[in-house]
């Protein structure tokens, strides 16, 4: 019924730049939280960056003034504008998003499938 689709993934050298999106299509109604994730390869998965139905966001200290999260509510998408990438940025990345559907009051937690990031030179 509804999934989160990612896209802007690939490759980037040191201190390039990259920028993902992530839309949800289906029966949605509104978006309350979303979120960006990573997993790096024999790491467990964490926060990158979060932002609220209303425009509140909070990073990991680890991306703090580089990485910068966005939404476009009419697009039901969410953005990660990262900068200054390093090559421990590394990672798999996740988009998360509470949806509630059409006709529903409950909301639910959708995942997309995630784009590999690399950093290398």
């Known amino acids: 019924q509804v999934q989160l689709v990612e896209s802007g993934g690939g490759l980037a050298q040191p201190g390039g730049s990259l920028r993902l999106s992530c839309t949800a299509s289906g029966s949605v109604s509104s978006i309350d939280d979303m979120g960006w994730y990573r997993q790096a390869p024999g790491k467990q998965r964490e926060l990158v960056a979060h932002i609220t139905s209303d425009g509140n966001t909070n990073y990991a200290d680890s991306v703090k003034g580089r990485f910068t999260i966005s939404r476009d509510n009419a697009k039901n998408t969410v953005y990660l504008q990262m900068n200054s990438l390093r090559p421990e940025d590394t990672a798999v990345y996740s988009c998360?998003?509470?949806?509630?559907?059409?006709?529903?009051?409950?909301?639910?937690?959708?995942w997309g499938q995630g784009t590999q990031v690399t950093v290398s030179s």
């Open positions: 998360n998003a509470m949806i509630r559907l059409v006709l529903g009051v409950s909301l639910y937690d959708y």
